[in-house]
């Protein structure tokens, strides 16, 4: 039923939005939150809903869309492997959606899925940041990707689908990137646009692989590598061998681009590993629902007056999503969503 204004991300969008609907003279109750769906001779005809005062509101309607979210931030209905990997969605994904429409009958499906990244640290227990854009840069200087046995194991231009497979075999089920100072330098910067500060890498860097997040760095490889809890004497043959194959001009060994593969890792430190663990934000789980993205019932039919857009409906994308595409279907399946609701109650022309 909305909630405080959004900050950052798709916030801009979200303000855009929220202005029309407000032009139209239709009020919105944020801070209010949607407990039930209200049925009457088998129909959804409204939503109960309370204030954190305890103020009870009815909104009766002809029709009712859920475009409540995931429920990322709800561990109870988490299932594994989601439920170990780290969280940075908001907190207020909490399946409430999913569960007022079970509740009245719908189905469930694909609940155990959500959209994994490889590329998480660790900032407090259990939630990640995202240092994505800092990988995309290491990968144009010289970093690359290791196990704690400290080999390398996969193109570092692989899919994130793909590092995430090898990432989930290794011990401690994480893998670590490994950067010389220039590298460091494109990382730092990259990790800028997603709202890591310089003021969060100095207490990380500071720890030095003591604790999460692992910010480890040394003088020379070995040392970075103990601080990290790398085998060190792997780890410099590895990075003897990435440098053999840029000075080649090809990798070999896992196939990273040429146009990759352009600067070798510095034979003079400092060095810095940083963790790479599994994290996520958004869920697949969703009701199920026909073209008109109606909700359906446990026996597979249309529940009178109830729809849903958005994440609830995420099972679209089948087990993943690519990056962006969860935008992208918020407004489309909104939009359709809504014309059929316009249809069905016959407001809009066939």
Same mark, same amino acid.
């Given at each position: 039923?909305?909630?405080?204004?959004?900050?950052?991300?798709?916030?801009?969008?979200? #303000?855009?939005?929220?202005?029309?609907?407000?032009?139209?003279?239709?009020?919105?109750?944020? /801070?209010?939150?949607?407990? #039930?769906?209200?049925?009457?001779?088998?129909?959804?005809?409204?939503?109960? *809903?309370?204030?954190?005062?305890?103020?009870?509101?009815?909104? $009766?309607?002809?029709?009712?869309?859920? *475009?409540?979210?995931?429920?990322? &931030?709800?561990?109870?209905?988490?299932?594994?492997?989601?439920?170990? %990997?780290?969280?940075?969605?908001?907190?207020?994904?909490?399946?409430?959606?999913?569960?007022?429409?079970? &509740?009245?009958?719908?189905?469930?499906?694909?609940?155990?899925?959500?959209?994994?990244?490889?590329?998480?640290?660790? %900032?407090?227990?259990?939630?990640?940041?995202?240092?994505?854009?800092?990988?995309?840069?290491?990968?144009?200087?010289?970093?690359?990707?290791?196990?704690?046995?400290?080999?390398?194991?996969?193109?570092?231009? =692989?899919?994130?689908?793909?590092?995430?497979?090898?990432?989930?075999?290794?011990?401690?089920?994480?893998?670590?990137?490994?950067?010389?100072? =220039?590298?460091?330098?494109?990382? #730092?910067?990259?990790?800028?646009?997603? @709202?890591?500060? /310089?003021?969060?890498?100095? +207490?990380?860097?500071?720890?030095?692989?003591?604790?999460?997040?692992?910010? *480890?760095?040394? $003088?020379?490889?070995?040392? %970075? %590598?103990?601080?990290?809890?790398? /085998?060190?004497?792997?780890?410099? +043959?590895?990075? *003897?061998?990435?440098?053999?194959?840029?000075?080649?001009?090809?990798?070999?060994?896992?196939?990273?681009?040429?146009?990759?593969?352009?600067?070798?890792?510095?034979?003079?430190?400092?060095?810095?590993?940083?963790? !790479?663990?599994?994290?996520?934000?958004?869920?697949?789980?969703?009701?199920?629902?026909?073209?008109?993205?109606?909700?359906?019932? !446990?026996? @597979?039919?249309?529940?009178?007056?109830?729809? =849903?857009?958005?994440?609830?409906?995420?099972?679209?994308?089948? /087990?993943?999503?690519?990056?962006?595409?969860?935008?992208?279907?918020?407004?489309?399946?909104?939009?359709?969503?809504?014309?059929?609701?316009? +249809?069905?109650?016959? #407001?809009?022309?066939?």
């Amino acid at each position: 039923m909305g909630g405080p204004e959004i900050k950052g991300g798709c916030g801009p969008a979200y #303000r855009k939005v929220e202005k029309a609907v407000r032009d139209l003279g239709i009020k919105i109750h944020t /801070d209010t939150k949607a407990e #039930r769906l209200i049925v009457k001779d088998g129909r959804i005809v409204g939503v109960e *809903a309370h204030k954190k005062d305890g103020t009870k509101y009815i909104f $009766s309607s002809k029709a009712v869309l859920l *475009a409540t979210g995931g429920y990322g &931030a709800n561990k109870a209905m988490l299932i594994e492997p989601l439920k170990s %990997a780290l969280y940075y969605g908001p907190a207020s994904a909490t399946g409430d959606g999913h569960r007022m429409a079970q &509740a009245v009958g719908a189905k469930l499906e694909l609940m155990e899925f959500g959209k994994r990244y490889p590329n998480g640290v660790e %900032a407090a227990p259990g939630v990640a940041k995202s240092i994505i854009q800092g990988n995309y840069r290491a990968w144009l200087q010289s970093g690359i990707l290791v196990n704690n046995e400290g080999r390398r194991l996969i193109n570092e231009k =692989a899919s994130n689908h793909d590092i995430l497979t090898v990432l989930e075999k290794q011990k401690g089920g994480m893998l670590y990137l490994v950067m010389d100072q =220039a590298t460091w330098n494109g990382f #730092r910067d990259g990790v800028h646009t997603l @709202g890591i500060t /310089d003021e969060d890498l100095e +207490k990380w860097l500071a720890e030095n692989g003591r604790k999460a997040p692992i910010f *480890a760095h040394g $003088s020379t490889l070995a040392e %970075a %590598a103990a601080a990290a809890g790398i /085998d060190g004497s792997t780890l410099e +043959k590895t990075v *003897a061998r990435y440098n053999e194959l840029v000075k080649l001009g090809k990798d070999e060994d896992f196939g990273r681009p040429a146009a990759f593969m352009k600067a070798a890792i510095s034979s003079e430190g400092p060095y810095y590993i940083v963790e !790479q663990k599994p994290r996520f934000a958004t869920t697949m789980g969703s009701v199920i629902v026909d073209e008109n993205l109606q909700v359906l019932n !446990q026996q @597979g039919k249309p529940i009178p007056g109830l729809y =849903a857009a958005g994440e609830i409906v995420n099972a679209v994308h089948g /087990d993943d999503s690519s990056p962006g595409m969860n935008v992208a279907w918020g407004f489309t399946s909104g939009k359709v969503a809504s014309e059929s609701i316009l +249809k069905a109650l016959g #407001r809009l022309e066939k």
